[in-house]
């Protein structure tokens, strides 16, 4: 075989893993962003101030520390242990939580409860962007060396990967920022509306068929049941933006979730009852046309827009206008039991309707996906709110976050803040998503992973990381936003 197919059978005919190893490494992010705060929060109660005299240099190495290291360990060398790492850091998290709780004691529970908040960026909904972001970055490298456990790879027909969740999990985080989930008024010119929308997705129509060019040109490597023969996730991301804008200057955003509904269902029901489900799992004549060549990515969309249109729902909710802390504690806290009911209604699906399929991206896989996103999404509300409460009491305002109750010197805090990486990741994620994927092409071109050590691979993947890091943190320090669209 050659190196390409080889590559390619590398990656091919899996199985996933189970829901339940997904959902435990699902605590691991929200752990990284917690376990940043507080050893800020330690540095300002032993010294008063940021690290100096490098404070660039040194935020830089702690955010890629805190947030790109654990997550690289986890799905490499520490893979197996999964469980016992994400429990572990939870116990010491708690030990320091109540360390500097009860070591600086500047204001009451009840005070903090009892807070007003305010805030620039969209509530922890930042933080569930970025790091899926990041998490992707890791996953679309890592999956070529031998180190990264196959389970956690895309699966083949049928299973739970965690690479699965990625495509998904982007889908959700556009819908959760669109329009239409801010409560923008965009139906005062529906037709212009639209074209707007079509206007805005030609960045990811052209990134997909410069895509598609350099794999045909360059012979690179192809798991053509992903997608197709011609199809990618940039093709999938623009038509879904596309065919969701258009349907929602009819439906309401606040009735979207029934209209994912009813996609889902319908679709899962043209699955089970016709010959789709056997055209796009058994029927291999890709050379026939365009449809047979691409019919993973085209039907698929009929599931990425039921995850979309959930995604405008959970986006309506948390964009609701709050100001005080038990506002938010509560819609936390009904983010977590719709993520409970969305779970319930998964394992109900798997057992008398069929297991989840992300190359069919059927009911069961929707409601996977939106489950999933409601888990990371909670987590990282309940993280903030953690976070907030402890640059209360602790009186340390530096640390970056969406919200904050502190009302004075402004631009000192909006100019520490501007050393996190979450905002330099933020500012640029389209870009920060294509420089992972170039980084990744080219990795591969000047290395045989499958010949590497656990070592050598689990340095070439921090080595990547921190490339990425950089470049997109350089920009941020100069004010760059790659945007021209």
């Known amino acids: 075989m050659s190196q390409k197919e080889l590559k390619e059978a590398f990656v091919s005919n899996l199985n996933g893993t189970s829901l339940q190893e997904v959902v435990i490494g699902s605590f691991l992010t929200p752990l990284c962003l917690l376990n940043r705060a507080l050893v800020l929060i330690l540095y300002h109660q032993a010294k008063g101030n940021l690290p100096l005299p490098f404070p660039r240099i040194s935020h830089l190495f702690l955010d890629f520390i805190m947030m790109a290291l654990p997550l690289v360990l986890s799905c490499t060398v520490l893979s197996n242990h999964l469980l016992q790492v994400v429990l572990s850091f939870a116990f010491v998290l708690l030990c320091v939580l109540f360390h500097i709780y009860y070591s600086n004691h500047q204001s009451s529970l009840s005070t903090f409860l009892n807070s007003t908040v305010h805030f620039k960026q969209v509530p922890f909904v930042t933080f569930f962007r970025v790091m899926l972001n990041v998490q992707t970055a890791i996953s679309i490298l890592a999956v070529d060396f031998e180190v990264f456990p196959r389970r956690y790879a895309k699966t083949e027909s049928f299973g739970t990967g965690v690479m699965d969740f990625c495509a998904g999990g982007f889908i959700i985080g556009n819908a959760l920022v669109c329009p239409e989930a801010r409560g923008k008024n965009v139906y005062r010119s529906k037709m212009k509306h639209v074209g707007k929308q079509l206007l805005s997705v030609w960045p990811l129509v052209v990134l997909g068929a410069a895509r598609l060019v350099f794999v045909k040109m360059s012979n690179y490597q192809e798991h053509v049941t992903e997608y197709g023969v011609h199809w990618n996730f940039f093709f999938t991301l623009a038509l879904v933006r596309v065919l969701t804008s258009m349907v929602l200057v009819v439906v309401p955003a606040k009735h979207s979730w029934i209209l994912a509904l009813v996609i889902s269902c319908v679709y899962q029901f043209a699955l089970d009852t016709t010959g789709l489900k056997a055209f796009i799992m058994h029927n291999d004549d890709r050379e026939k046309d365009f449809l047979h060549a691409n019919k993973e990515g085209i039907f698929s969309l009929a599931g990425y827009v039921a995850i979309y249109m959930a995604g405008v729902q959970v986006g309506c909710y948390v964009m609701q206008p709050r100001s005080h802390v038990r506002d938010w504690l509560k819609a936390v806290f009904n983010l977590f039991m719709g993520t409970l009911a969305v779970f319930a209604a998964l394992i109900t699906c798997q057992i008398f309707v069929e297991p989840m399929s992300r190359r069919l991206a059927n009911l069961p896989f929707c409601l996977w996906t939106v489950a ?114």
């Open 372 to 485: 999933q996103s409601l888990l990371f999404v909670s987590c990282f509300g309940l993280v903030e709110l953690i976070i907030l409460c402890f640059k209360i009491t602790s009186c340390c305002h530096f640390v970056p976050s969406s919200w904050d109750s502190y009302s004075g010197s402004h631009k000192k805090k909006d100019d520490l803040e501007g050393f996190c990486l979450v905002n330099a990741i933020n500012r640029n994620q389209l870009l920060y998503f294509l420089l992972s994927n170039i980084l990744t092409g080219l990795t591969n071109t000047l290395i045989n992973t499958l010949n590497c050590s656990d070592v050598f691979s689990f340095c070439v993947l921090l080595s990547y990381m921190f490339t990425n890091f950089t470049v997109i943190y350089v920009l941020h320090l100069c004010k760059i936003t790659v945007k021209f669209w």
